[in-house]
């Protein structure tokens, strides 16, 4: 709500959506099916302090103490910290590990999930090491409250056919022999969906045309910058 502030957000309907409203809706499926999900975020459900935790948790704190808390001011630093402590794939007591194949009977179906509050507040009761299991919407829809209980307005954006280039080449890459059979070369795919967030902030790094919603996604699928 303070105009200086690098989060502010000017329009008052914007600011009930997607910083106060404690419930949403999560689009999965694909594109031909299209579910909607309720997703109960409960950004204000006694949650701050395990907030914190996940910032004192991340490896970034680890690694210098004093230049990560001289930096939590920036949205975009803390989205980043924030990004990598939601899924544990990192060894660095994340909040959810995620699992896309195999069996789920010892622990969480990811779609049994229906909101934040109870798989953070598992998180804590667990000592902080991963819940099992989550799948893009989980992470997306923790990450929004998480994002939310610390003052930065956020949103959850669904793709649908959505393409997973592994090789940076900006391309989705399908291999075929001679007789056009498809061969099992390269990682590029394309998913029924995709589910990350976004986030406002300025950009004064980048200059004013980016200022505005941000692309964070804390899905564990590519290293980024290690």
């Not at 999900?37 to 949650?47: H, K």
């Not at 010892?106 to 507040?121: A, F, M, Q, T, Y």
Request: glycine content about 8%.
């Amino acid at each position: 709500w303070i105009s200086g502030d690098d989060v502010f957000m000017s329009n008052e309907n914007e600011r009930q959506e997607y910083v106060l409203n404690e419930n949403g809706i999560i689009f999965v499926g694909n594109a031909r099916y299209i579910e909607a999900r309720g997703w109960y975020y409960g950004q204000f459900q006694d949650l701050l302090n395990i907030c914190l935790t996940m910032l004192d948790l991340s490896l970034y704190y680890r690694q210098d103490p004093a230049m990560d808390v001289s930096r939590r001011g920036d949205p975009k630093y803390v989205g980043r910290v924030i990004s990598s402590m939601i899924n544990g794939n990192d060894n660095d007591n994340g909040v959810l590990l995620g699992k896309w194949q195999g069996s789920f009977h010892s622990h969480e179906n990811p779609s049994r999930w229906d909101g934040s509050v109870v798989i953070l507040k598992k998180w804590r009761q667990d000592n902080y090491r991963p819940v099992q299991y989550g799948q893009c919407w989980v992470f997306a829809g923790v990450m929004c409250t998480v994002l939310r209980c610390l003052g930065i307005p956020t949103r959850l954006v669904s793709n649908f056919n959505s393409a997973h280039d592994v090789d940076r080449n900006l391309s989705i890459d399908k291999y075929y022999d001679s007789s056009g059979r498809s061969l099992n070369i390269g990682k590029d795919s394309t998913w029924d969906y995709h589910v990350w967030n976004e986030s406002w902030f300025i950009r004064p790094d980048l200059g004013r045309p980016y200022n505005g919603w941000q692309v964070l996604d804390a899905t564990p699928q590519e290293q980024s910058r290690g």
